[in-house]
């Protein structure tokens, strides 16, 4: 039977998953060596396949893959039609809202800007909270936006908090906490249920074991 394919978001989360893999006992050489390569085989029954995040959620929703790594964040920012089946516990970080040290963001009644490269989970977040606000996506390096005057604040991912402190931001409010999720196209769930309830138990009781 051809092998189950898996999409990995490349970089660490690629990393933590092989690291998983190999907890598991898979022979994850041809991923560790794999030059540009961007199909590669983990032991017999899996290929893997790195791609960026938003993209490992194209592949599974298509179909494509089988099964796909990806952050909470991506998943919160693109999409939802797939099963999320594991919180893989590596990849933790969090969304934050975050404006420059002592400018009490909630104060006044004038409208205000938030920059964000997630305008999905922003607008999300804002929509209880009935404030005027104008949304404006940046495509990285967020934290500039407050400090050109583009923005009031930001909605963005929070790690080591690094990045704010020295850039003279600080959170406001926690969003939500990220961590990688496992998630499983709809039909291969129904299709290949033994092979992927299998893997899923594998890599759940890896996940428990680091
Ligand atoms: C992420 C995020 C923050 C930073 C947070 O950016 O958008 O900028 O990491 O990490 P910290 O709290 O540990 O400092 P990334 O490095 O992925 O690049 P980007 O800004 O280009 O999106």
Redesign the pocket.
Known sequence: MKPLRIALTKGRLEKDTVALFETIGFDCEAVKNKGRKLILPVGEHLEVVLAKAADVITYVEHGVCDLGVVGKDTIMEYGTSFYEVLDLGFGR?RFALAAPKGSDFFSGYASKTIAT?YPNVARNYFESKAMDIRFIKI?????LAPLLGLSDAIV???????????NGLEVVETVCDISARLIVNTASLKLRKAEIEELVAQMEQATQEK
């Open positions: 970080c490269k495509e990285g390096s967020v934290e963005d991912i929070v790690e080591t908090g690094s990045t704010l402190r020295e």
